[in-house]
């Protein structure tokens, strides 16, 4: 493998969630010309790729992961024309361009299906897995993961055609030799474009269990839901994710997706430079380290409302040692399906502090770090108060759930739904402190609500212009990441600490050492950095200069606040 081959390795990729990212025609959703007109911005931040969430034509049920033709653009972000000059303008800027790959599902709306539905022997018919029902039942008891039987009953032909998702997105038959070759010749279409790789879509699901057992959780889908509104603690949550687990055991994870991982691997290595990570946190999904896909996000670090040393340390212990020789990590804290990590993890009196350590850590821990467009800028989710105003129908799920089903007032009904619907972290990114954020002009209704916030300097013009902002601390370091090969490429050694609240490791790479300190807790420490073997002249990176200082060779750190020591050898 030859050094350019693993960019990815030392690359950070920055999530744009194009709807909310920068309306270039004022009609108040993003598109291509408003990504555009921000790649300068993008640059000078620091990032290194860019993951788009899915830009191809679709009726939007599922937020665009119900796509209608995987080789178009969407019209309403500038179509096909617009896409191209945008994968061109990032390329002129150095920055590389993953797309969505939505390998699952179609939308119903997609002509392969409304062929496959139109009669029982079109020959689309075995695209899609169409069975009868067992009498006036579904096939089986499987739920959709998003509530409801996960059949759906077509009364035109007689049979149910199966859907993890929603019923508008009914999953392909991968089982069928046509439809991996009209999907692998997709996944050529763009890789013969010039983009830089896929992040994998709900890549578990493409196979489900051919006998169609029923699955064994007694508890209802609407009672498991209800279980997860109610979690109160990190040990509540593993216990909800186990039965959730049980209750999709048919539906996922199936073995025959480690061979088709294989064979897509050899379509993308037909192309150099390409690079595939999986919306999975399935070490399997690895491979051998270089058969299958080449990074899968390690998820398990984000589920948890407070980031933690012993949460990291027992993350790291974990799971670092299961990959296999050649496997790089991948973490993240934050994309489209959860909430904002500066809301999520905050406490919300020092929720800045703690943003600025938990980015620290992400970009210091070993792998490649993902960021989610607007946490530059510090943006908090946005709560949403109207039933008008949801989008992503788990909102409205949520809702029906909590009103029909729990009994409660419309009030609390539109609370719990804004605090579980995803549109919360997914609204429009604050460009300015005009009107709607600069997002789209005043007199235009943004798709989701802003965060009013953007009035009060959450904004990317306010934050630009002050040498300490948020925006000006993710450009700093992420600069200083750039500086490091140890940071990037190094081993990794945790440390034990004798305070709970601080997290110590070492990355390092024949010529340079890094000791990272971060304090997770509220309260000042003193760290003397000899006692971590890092006695030399060192430079010092902080989450904030007023917080951080040296003191002889102590190192004196407020409550949340974390430094990298970078020394050379
Ligand atoms: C993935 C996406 C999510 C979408 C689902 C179905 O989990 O991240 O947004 O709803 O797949 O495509």
Redesign the pocket.
Known sequence: MTENTQWWKKAVFYQIYPRSFADGNDDGIGDFPGMISKLDILKNLGIDAIWL?PHYPSPFV??G??ISDYEDAAPEYGGMPEFKRFLEEAHKRGIRLML?L?L??TSDQHPWFLESKSSKDNPKRDWYIWRKGKGNNPPNNWYS??GGSAWKYDPATGEYYYH???TE?PDLNWRNPEVKQAMFDMVRFWLDMGIDGFRL??IG?IYEDEELPDQPVKATLEEMHRRQLNIKNDEEGKAVYKDFKAMFQYQHDLPGVHELMKELRKVVDEYDDRVMVG?TDEIAFYGNGADELHLNFNFPLMRTRKITPKHVIENQLERLPKLPDGAWPCNTLG???CPRMFSEYGDGIHDEAIARVNLMMILTLKGTPFLYNGEEFGMSNVTITSLDDFVDP?GKYIYHLERDVMGADVETAIRRAAAWS?DKGRNPLQWSREGNGGFCPANVKPWLPMNPNYADGVNYSDEAGDEYSMWNYYRKILAFRKTSTALTLGEQHILSSDNENVLIFVREIEGETCLILLNMGDAKVIIDPKAYGFARRFKMFSTDETQCHLDGQNVKLDGYAGVILKANQ
């Open positions: 969430s599922d937020c992961y119900d969505d939505v699952n599902h993961t998003f993890y998702f929603y997105q879509d709900a699901t919306e994309n489209h399906d788990v995803r």
